[in-house]
Every structure is written in C-alpha cells, then in structure tokens.
Nanobody, 122 residues
C-alpha cells in the first residue's frame, strides 16, 4: 500500500518560514520524481516544485523560485519543502506527490498524499 504522509504545515505570518516534510512508503522511492502541489480555495491544484531521482534536477514554479527549496533523502524516503518569505497567496493545502516515468518519459504511476494546510496571515 502506497502512503505519502505530509507534516509541517501550520499558521505563519507574512515573511515567515515553514518546512514541509513527506515520508513515503510502498514505493521504490529512488525511482520516483518527488514533489509538491498546492491547492488554494476555489483554485485548481498547481505544481509547486519537484526533484528527480537522486536530486539530479529540481523544478520550481516561477512564483516560488528563490523563496522555496526542495530536497530529498533517498535513504529515509523523505522529501522536504523549505518555504521562506511566505506571502498570503501561498495559503493553500500542500500535497506531496510521487511520479514514476519510463525511460521514454511515459508516466507509469503517480500518487498524492492527503495534504497539509499552510496558512499565511497578513
């Protein structure tokens, strides 16, 4: 059974920081792209960041580049999202995401966690 369990969300003031963490089980973690999505009320879920196996490549949405950092530990099966200089528009439920691709780049499977709430107050 695949499980992605997030932690670290909460309430923070504008300009503050939070570190989200996700522990994965039931997958071959080192073969998966690991990342984070978020969904604000009334909006569609959007990609925040992801990191490829062994952390070879990292991707960030342009609005978060320079403020957020992503890291993974392939021994502990964890992926973390360090969020700095938070803004009210960062308020959302943040979801851990795992995706495995074939060598040809075809998506084989993907999974989401249940999410953790991040609220940035002004």
């Amino acid at each position: 059974q695949v499980q992605l369990v997030e932690s670290g969300g909460g309430l923070v003031q504008v300009g503050g920081s939070l570190n989200l963490s996700c522990v994965a089980s039931g997958i071959r973690f080192s073969l998966h792209d690991m990342g984070w999505y978020r969904q604000a009320p009334g909006k569609e879920r959007e990609l925040v960041a992801f990191t490829t196996p062994e952390g070879r490549e990292n991707y960030f949405d342009s609005s978060m580049r320079g403020r957020f950092a992503i890291s993974r530990d392939d021994v502990k099966n964890t992926v973390s999202l360090q969020m700095n200089r938070l803004k009210p528009e960062d308020t959302a439920v943040y979801y851990c995401h795992a995706a495995e691709f074939s060598p040809a780049g075809v998506l084989r499977n993907e999974y989401y966690g249940r999410g953790t709430q991040v609220t940035v107050s002004s």
